[in-house]
Structures are given as C-alpha cells and as structure tokens.
C-alpha cells in the first residue's frame, strides 16, 4: 500500500477532519481563523491525523470522536509551527511566505496560544482523562523539547545522544500520542497502546531525521524548504553534528567560523559545508538511522493481526522515511 492508497483508504474521514479543522476555527476575532487557515492550508500532509485515524481503525474504532481528535492533534501541530517560525525568524514556510512575516511575531504567537487552547477546550468537551492526560504530557515534552534546543543553538559539540533526545521531546512525543488517543479510542488492551505509542515514537524520531536530511540534500521545489536553512538559522541537527564527530581540525575550525558568523553562512559557507556532508556521507547516514527507526517502529505493531489498517501504518511509516527523496 503506497501513500496515495492510504490517502484515498482515509479520504471520508480525512475530509470530515478537514471540515472540523475549518469549523473550530471560528471566532469573531476576525485575525485567529484568517491566521490558522491561512498555515493550516499550506500544503501540509496530515500525518498525524492519518496516524491517529489509522491507529483507531486498527484498534477497532471508527466513529466520529477520531475526527474530534484528528483535529486537536492538528491544531496542536500548527500552534508548534506558529511559535517555531517565531522563535526562528523564519519568512518561508512549505515555500509560502511564513505567518509571522505575513502579520508579525505578536499575531502568530497569540494565535498559536488560540489553537493550543482550543484543542484543549475539545478534548475536555469529550471528557476522556486518559487522552487528555497523553496530550498534556506530550505537549510538556514538546515544550521542554523547543527550549533544550534553543539552548543548543550554534552548538556543534552537542552529542547524537542529546539531539535524539531533544527531537524525541519536539517531534517523537506528539507522533506517538497521536497513535495512543487512536488506541484510547479503541479501548485497546495496555499492550497495544504501549506498542501504539512505541511505533509513534519511532516514527517521531525517523520524521524529524528525514527533515534534517532534506535541509542539505532536499529539492527546494519539492520540499519548499530552503537547503541549508538549519545551517543559516544556527540549528545543529543530526547531519551537522555527523559531519563535526568525524571532521579533522582544520574542518572543525571552518565550521565554527561558519556557525558563529553569521555572514560567513553564505554560498561559500554552504558549499563547503555540504563539502564536508558529502565527504563524510552525513546525508545517508541520517538517513540509515531514520530507517532504523522506522523498522523498530513497524516491529512494534507485531502485537496486532494483520489487518488492512495496521499494513497502512507500516505503509505510512515507509512514506515518511522515503518521501521527497
């Protein structure tokens, strides 16, 4: 099963998901819906939401509370990407002009705090305490994930282990408790939520790694995202500190000359680093360790029959790994 059959396996559901998504942005602050819709139709894939859909599905649950939640894990997600495009100066986002250089730093975190508020107002309406307690705590590590990672800024002497650790908080921990509220919802036995959410986290780790791949070695066409825009914004991530463990002295100088200065990140700045990504492989290295996670994060699903909804998750696991590539 490719990605376009899951898309069309889920379109009833992922339209009504889509409507959910319009519906509850409505306020008659005219600013909030103008702001959210305007991100949240940008081009982005639903993954989440597929996961969650997908996740309920194979625990055998397909009613409406999964396209409530579907949404709530979306508007979660667009607030991150809201705050994140304002903690980072960004002006592009999936190749558009970003939120916050459209109507500024003040309107894009405000109405972040709206669609963190609103998701949580919707999950009380539903009133189930285990899914609000998956989403405040992977909300917490989110947040917790954002601010070790502004503290690593420029850094490349943080170690692999410190960064795996802080994408696990800022990427990992919503993936893996979209899949969990799936398995909530089907009021599956503690086994499958834990494997649910196991499989979650290691997607997690596999999605932000492939992101990372993509910033040096993506299409800009296809990704809408600038190469080397880690790199210009001070973000270390998995391949930048590949290339600095295995880079010799005289390397390891060029690139804190490039980090620290910011003019130095320039045509020249980049080419030489992606020099040094090429000369050490630090792209399919990145890579391979994504896989990695993937396959773990399919094993985990082992515990369910087959059945056509968990082939689409490992299905949807592949996606994320090889998309855009």
Request: net charge negative; hydrophobic share 45%.
């Amino acid at each position: 099963m490719n990605f376009p059959k899951i898309v069309e396996s889920l379109a009833p559901d992922l339209e009504r998901v889509e409507a959910a998504i319009q519906a509850n942005f409505r306020s008659d602050v005219v600013l909030i819906p103008d702001v959210s819709g305007y991100l949240s139709g940008s081009g982005g894939k639903r993954i989440r939401p597929m996961l969650l859909l997908l996740a309920a599905k194979a625990c055998g649950y397909s009613g409406p509370r999964a396209v409530t939640h579907s949404c709530v894990v979306e508007y979660i997600h667009t607030a991150t990407l809201l705050h994140d495009d304002v903690v980072d100066g960004a002006e592009m986002r999936r190749g558009r002009s970003s939120a916050n250089s459209k109507w500024g730093n003040e309107a894009s975190v405000l109405v972040g705090d709206f669609l963190f508020a609103k998701s949580f107002s919707m999950m009380a309406e539903e009133g189930d305490s285990r899914i609000l307690k998956a989403m405040a705590d992977a909300c917490t590590l989110l947040s917790e994930g954002e601010v070790l990672q502004l503290i690593h800024m420029y850094n490349l002497e943080i170690r692999e282990e410190e960064y795996l650790d802080i994408i696990h908080r800022k990427t990992g921990a919503l993936i893996a408790a979209s899949c969990q509220v799936g398995a909530y919802l089907g009021d599956a036995r503690p086994a499958a939520v834990e494997a649910l959410h196991h499989f979650g986290v290691q997607v997690g780790y596999a999605f932000q790694l492939v992101d990372d791949a993509l910033d040096y070695a993506g299409d800009e066409g296809r990704t809408g995202k600038e190469v080397g825009k880690d790199l210009r914004e001070g973000s270390v991530t998995l391949p930048l500190i590949r290339v600095f463990a295995q880079a010799g002295p005289a390397e390891r100088e060029r690139l804190r000359e490039i980090m620290i200065r910011t003019e130095a990140v320039g045509p020249d700045g980049l080419a030489d680093t992606l020099a040094m990504m090429a000369k050490y492989k630090a792209v399919p290295y990145t890579l391979d360790r994504a896989r990695g996670y993937v396959e773990a994060g399919k094993a985990a699903l082992s515990v369910f029959p087959d059945s056509i909804h968990v082939d689409a998750l490992r299905a949807l696991a592949d996606f994320i790994v090889d998309r855009d590539l």
